[in-house]
T-cell receptor
Framework: ETGVTQTPRHLVMGMTNKKSLKCEQHLGHNAMYWYKQSAKKPLELMFVYNFKEQTENNSVPSRFSPECPNSSHLFLHLHTLQPEDSALYLCASSQDRTGVAFFGQGTRLTVV | AQSVSQHNHHVILSEAASLELGCNYS??????LFWYVQYPGQHLQLLLKYFSGDPLVKGIKGFEAEFIKSKFSFNLRKPSVQWSDTAEYFC??????????FGAGTTVTVRA
């Protein structure tokens, strides 16, 4: 248990569906991250939030929409995804800019 | 833009063998450096970190890494691996912002 919880663990969705990934951290951290992990590729940083403010949007397509209602919760809203979006989506949190991040177990997303 | 390069995609070795994984980064300024590890079926977790001071840092489970500024490198080492060290290892860097960037990862398989 890392203190970062992601739900659901697995998700299969069609290209026309709308779904959301949820991340919750109980560590009192002020920064939260979404990463995409695909086979044989580096972890791709998608979004960074610091104190609920988005500080980084790493050229992510608009079909991915993040939401950070408070410093403990982070969502990733998904709509009209493509099969190449199938991957493991990881949430992480950290305190300030230390880079010491705590990761969730991830959501395994399959787009059919 | 910063980037992190890991030289080996997959390393296979026997128990008690020595391990060294290469990592180079492309940024010329001040960086914080990390190695993260992901054991099979588990979440990504911090193995060790370098912020400043002694360039040889010790981590958990007998791992160490050496920061060589002139070579932009932060190689990971362990003198004698165990079967339980089978995992995927990721090098990461963070600048003075919140962008924690990862390499592609190296899969290490230790044969008993």
């Amino acid at each position: 248990e890392t203190g970062v919880t992601q739900t659901p663990r697995h998700l299969v969705m069609g290209m026309t569906n709308k779904k959301s990934l949820k991340c919750e951290q109980h560590l009192g951290h002020n920064a939260m991250y979404w990463y995409k992990q695909s086979a044989k590729k580096p972890l791709e940083l998608m979004f960074v939030y610091n104190f609920k403010e988005q500080t980084e949007n790493n050229s992510v397509p608009s079909r991915f929409s993040p939401e950070c209602p408070n410093s403990s919760h982070l969502f990733l809203h998904l709509h009209t995804l493509q099969p190449e979006d199938s991957a493991l989506y990881l949430c992480a949190s950290s305190q300030d800019r230390t880079g010491v991040a705590f990761f969730g177990q991830g959501t395994r997303l399959t787009v059919v | 833009a910063q980037s992190v390069s890991q030289h080996n995609h997959h390393v296979i070795l026997s128990e008690a063998a020595s391990l060294e994984l290469g990592c180079n980064y492309s940024y010329g300024g001040t960086v914080n450096l990390f190695w993260y590890v992901q054991y099979p079926g588990q979440h990504l977790q911090l193995l060790l970190k370098y912020f400043s001071g002694d360039p040889l840092v010790k981590g958990i489970k007998g791992f160490e890494a050496e920061f060589i500024k002139s070579k932009f490198s932060f190689n990971l080492r362990k003198p004698s691996v165990q079967w339980s060290d089978t995992a995927e290892y990721f090098c990461a860097v963070i600048l003075n912002d919140y962008k924690l960037s990862f390499g592609a990862g190296t899969t290490v398989t230790v044969r008993a």
